[in-house]
């Protein structure tokens, strides 16, 4: 590539010929080269000389929104878990191929955050309708959690952390939580945030230690290794 030269938009829609939008298109869905080399940015120069050539095939299709599923490893901030969601740390997850394009990386907005501590499911979408469906359904949409504890807890602590504890003077409302082990709770969370977790436990003699989310409503976590992400499929929902 370089820096001087013709907009590749420009020159493709001279050499098919087809429009520039089209060319858009069709280079940002991954179906054009520049001497042998993908090129997805529709502003990128070429020289006279370069050659360009559009895959067979190719479609001049807008692109789909999409949803990003990521595995957050414990202790990674905002930044660094943004720079996972890159292509080489994608995670095949059966269901209909989909190409890996830069554009699935970009305006992305976090629509369940984790604490920079706890580790699991983070959802990351460009989809309108998903981020609304977070937005809206805060109060309903069930977060489960696991809680890896110390201490000893309270009597009747459980039963506080089902129902009965109030945060910065604001009542929470009823939740599931249960004894997974012996240092070991489960939390099934509609209107808490995880965040909320640590002081949950605090306030009935337990020290949190470690929180990984493993589902969002109805999607689990499932075998998605630590710092890789997986599209959401067509057919799932939340």
């Known amino acids: 590539m370089t820096d001087t030269g013709e907009r590749l938009a420009k020159r493709l829609a001279a050499q098919l010929p087809c429009s520039r939008r089209e060319a858009e298109l069709y280079i940002e869905g991954g179906w054009v080269q520049v001497d042998?080399?993908?090129?997805?940015a529709p502003g990128a120069r070429?020289?006279?000389g370069q050659q360009v050539v559009?895959?067979?095939?190719?479609l001049a299709h807008d692109l789909p929104p999409v949803t990003l599923l990521l595995h957050k490893p414990a202790g990674l901030?905002?930044?660094?878990?943004l720079a996972l969601l890159a292509p080489a740390h994608r995670h095949e997850s059966g269901g209909p191929p989909v190409r890996v394009l830069q554009r699935h990386f970009r305006q992305l907005e976090c629509v369940a955050p984790l604490p920079a501590e706890a580790g699991g499911l983070v959802?990351?979408?460009?989809?309108?309708?998903?981020?609304?469906?977070?937005?809206?359904?805060?109060?309903?949409?069930?977060?489960?959690?696991?809680?890896e504890v110390t201490?000893?807890?309270?009597?009747?602590?459980l039963q506080r952390l089902c129902h009965g504890?109030?945060?910065?003077?604001?009542?929470?409302?009823?939740?599931k939580v249960s004894w997974q082990s012996e240092r070991r709770l489960r939390f099934a969370l509609k209107g808490v945030h995880p965040g909320q977790v640590g002081a949950m436990c605090a306030a009935v003699g337990l020290a949190l230690t470690a929180l990984q989310r493993i589902r969002i409503g109805r999607l689990p976590l499932a075998k998605l290794p630590a710092g890789q992400w997986r599209y959401a499929l067509p057919w799932e929902r939340f």
């Open 151 to 157: 201490g000893s807890i309270a009597p009747g602590g």
């Open 46 to 48: 070429v020289a006279p």
């Open 77 to 81: 901030d905002v930044e660094g878990a």
């Open 165 to 175: 504890l109030a945060l910065d003077g604001q009542a929470l409302p009823p939740i």
């Open 54 to 58: 559009l895959a067979p095939g190719a």
């Open 36 to 40: 042998g080399v993908v090129v997805e």
């Open 123 to 147: 959802v990351y979408t460009q989809d309108r309708r998903v981020a609304r469906h977070f937005a809206e359904g805060a109060a309903t949409l069930e977060h489960e959690c696991l809680a």
